[in-house]
């Protein structure tokens, strides 16, 4: 890892989503550590993740499995990340368009000098679900032969973290000079979405049955990550529904402006 801000590998993190196997988990564990990444976060697994028959596949990166913790959404494993990637061999018509790993690396690169990145990666034999690709920025699709395109879960981890290690190692970091500003994390999108929807349910044609709502509610959802507001253009975003909620607030009461520190 000569030359290798090491800022830019502990900013990167990578997520099982609903995994299988157990041996599997530790196999991932192992294929980071060799890349120099140790930030892993496991979701709903459907077994207990840590096991012997991990425990042998993480053989060298015990470390990094035992440090691993398990949560029960995907919105707890991407919290406090500012761009989310999911590797997938599926092909779909909404959405970002699926890239490249090799491509994808460079781009990885330079979101990752601005915040944390999550690479997620799905259960083994179904890969990643509609409403987890759904919170997705970008697609990743690591180029396979034509007879058969699923790559086992470690070995996908393993291409992914290679591809950034040769991108980052001879990365020089941009440092922060103040004038950019820091991107919104997965849950201070969240945050703002879920205040859109609770405004749009008081309206008499809102009906959360609907099942135009759900897809109305995640194409909205990609539009806005797609967007990759910063913190303060977010912040502008809730000052305007405060003050679309002007009416229901007691007269004389200061409307916060976009700008002011409250209006969130």
């Not at 761009?83 to 890239?99: I, K």
């Not at 001879?170 to 820091?182: M, S």
Request: charged share 30%.
């Amino acid at each position: 890892m000569t030359g290798a801000p090491r800022e830019l590998f502990d900013r990167v993190r990578i997520v099982l989503c609903r995994p299988s196997h157990p041996g599997n988990i530790g196999a991932v564990a192992r294929a980071m550590k060799v890349m120099a990444f140790d930030d892993l976060v496991i979701v709903g697994p459907r077994r207990p993740p840590k096991d012997e028959e991990a425990e042998a596949r993480a053989v060298g990166a015990m470390d990094v499995l035992e440090r691993a913790p398990v949560v029960e959404t995907l919105a707890e494993a991407i919290a406090d990340c500012a761009y989310v990637v999911g590797f997938t061999a599926r092909d779909r018509h909404v959405g970002p368009p699926t890239t490249d790993v090799a491509e994808a690396a460079g781009v990885i690169l330079e979101r990752v000098q601005e915040g944390r990145v999550a690479l997620l990666f799905g259960n083994e034999r179904t890969g990643l679900e509609n409403d987890e690709l759904n919170t997705c920025h970008a697609r990743v699709r690591i180029p396979t032969g034509e007879t058969l395109a699923s790559l086992n879960l470690a070995a996908a981890v393993q291409v992914a973290c290679y591809e950034l290690h040769k991108t980052f190692r001879d990365a020089e970091p941009t440092g922060d000079d103040g004038r950019v500003e820091a991107p919104a994390t997965s849950a201070e999108i969240d945050a703002f979405l879920a205040r859109v929807w609770e405004r749009s349910a008081q309206h008499r044609r809102y009906n959360a049955t609907d099942k135009r709502i759900a897809h109305l509610k995640s194409r909205f959802r990609m539009l806005v990550s797609r967007a990759r507001p910063t913190k303060q253009e977010l912040k502008a975003a809730h000052g305007v529904l405060t003050w679309l909620d002007f009416d229901q607030v007691a007269p004389g009461t200061p409307i916060p402006g976009p700008n002011e520190p409250d209006d969130c």
